[in-house]
């Protein structure tokens, strides 16, 4: 079946950098769309970044300068790199995946959380 796993997230205090990391398999075909979603309690989950199977990348105004998404195609993984770290950042990371025929389509489902298939979560937490 299809799983997604998260691995990477601590305790780090503001300022400070982080790389997640998220190894996906048994997708019959690879995946077009790739994201990070993060959560925190009380609120509602919010979209960080995709990435698009022509490498295209959208951010969230709130990590843009800060955050970089990657992937290694052939390595079935997706990266999040987190730099200059901030309290607001404590949440919980989810990566997500989907089969968006094109670039737009993914940053569509990207906009409205409608990935198909998503990771159990690895937890961010920034002290001040």
């Known amino acids: 079946q299809v799983q997604l796993a998260e691995s990477g997230g601590g305790s780090v205090q503001a300022g400070g950098s982080l790389r997640l990391s998220c190894a996906y398999s048994?997708?019959?075909?690879?995946?077009?769309?790739l994201g990070w979603f993060r959560q925190a309690p009380g609120k509602v989950r919010e979209g960080v970044a995709a990435i698009g199977s022509d490498g295209t990348t959208t951010y969230a105004d709130s990590v843009k300068g800060r955050f970089t998404i990657s992937r290694e195609i052939a390595a079935n993984t997706l990266y999040l790199q987190m730099y200059s770290l901030k309290p607001e950042d404590t949440a919980m990371y989810y990566c997500?995946?989907?089969?968006?025929?094109?670039?737009?389509?993914?940053?569509?489902?990207?906009?409205?959380?409608?990935?198909?298939?998503w990771g159990q979560g690895t937890q961010v937490t920034v002290s001040s």
């Open positions: 997500a995946a989907d089969y968006a025929l094109t670039p737009r389509t993914c940053v569509a489902r990207f906009a409205r959380g409608q990935f198909a298939y």
């Open positions: 048994g997708f019959t075909n690879r995946p077009s769309c």
